[in-house]
């Protein structure tokens, strides 16, 4: 087997999100851990995944800081898994992922799954893409190559972009 080549490095964020994230067992235990699931035997159920894979994700994304592992709920022996913030702020981007394949991959009339507003139990409003000054952006609107390196302000927290 051929193994990856790892993007820890890279330059690019997109690339190093997807070092971490970007197999799809590992954004499916994410959806998993947000709905609710926390337990090892629960997201092997729920996913139909082989212990030894299962173990290895839920490892990687342990050492990540994406989940932590915290004593059961119900006081038992056991362990749980849970989102930590770094976890919970990849909300955004399943919703996209989800809404992409909403649109996109599915025939009219096929049954689907989509994220839903938890109070109002509705479909979320379609993600949008706007600029620091609040404008709402388009694909033409957004300049992605992927050598701009990107450098702290001396005054800020706030990042500018340079070009490499």
């Known amino acids: 087997?051929?193994?990856r080549k790892s993007l820890d490095g890279d330059v690019?964020?997109?690339?190093r999100s997807l070092n971490i994230i970007g197999d799809w067992w590992s954004l499916l235990i994410i959806r998993d851990a947000m709905a609710g699931v926390s337990r090892f035997g629960e997201f092997q159920?729920?996913?139909?995944?082989?212990?030894n894979i299962l173990t290895v994700r839920l490892k990687a994304m342990t050492e990540e800081g994406i989940l932590a592992v915290v004593p059961a709920s119900d006081g038992s022996a056991y362990s749980e898994y849970e989102l930590t913030e770094k976890g919970r702020s990849l909300l955004p981007v399943l919703v996209a992922l989800g809404q992409w394949g909403a649109e996109y991959l599915y025939e009219p009339n096929e049954e689907e799954s989509v994220p839903l507003d938890a109070k109002r139990m509705r479909p979320l409003r379609k993600l949008e893409l706007k600029s620091e000054d609040g404008r709402k952006l388009h694909q033409d609107d957004v300049f992605m190559?992927?050598?701009v390196i990107l450098e702290a302000?001396?005054?800020t927290t706030r990042k500018t972009a340079a070009r490499a």
């Open 45 to 51: 159920k729920s996913l139909g995944l082989a212990k």
């Open 12 to 15: 690019c964020a997109i690339a």
């Open 145 to 147: 190559p992927k050598n």
């Open 1 to 3: 087997m051929v193994k």
């Open 153 to 155: 302000s001396p005054s």
